[in-house]
């Protein structure tokens, strides 16, 4: 029989955070689609089954692909064709999805990062804690009708 547990005041803080950290985090499980927009310059805290798109990633995979270019163009656009040729198909899909989340950004209206969107109908702005900005959701979603 497993002895019962006893719980100094420190220990039921401790419990009682974690037991609110795990039912936010739960809120999680009930949106649908979850999609955080952002760029480098407002981190968010996320989850793994969240789909982040940042807006300056296009930027950042142009800055690598014309990073220590020789200064004659010819030799420079040479140089831009081979890491395009050498990054393949990886930096195809690569290129495709960063750019694609740009699009479905300004589909969606974007208009302040960080923005969390849940199900492509709410969204909370400034919010970098993805968790928080999906319970917020949550709870005006149980308060409607």
Known sequence: MPA???CSPSSRSYLLAAALCAGTLSSLAHADDILVVTDSQHPVQTHS???LIELDQPARIKAELSAHLPTDPVRGAALVQQRLQDGGNALQARLGTVYQGVVDAWSLGV??????????LYVVYGEPDVAKAV??????????P
């Open 135 to 144: 319970a917020l959701i949550e709870a005006h979603r149980r308060s409607q």
């Open 49 to 51: 089954d969240v789909r």
């Open 111 to 120: 208009t302040t990062i960080p923005a969390v969107i849940v199900d492509r």
């Open 4 to 6: 019962p547990l006893s």
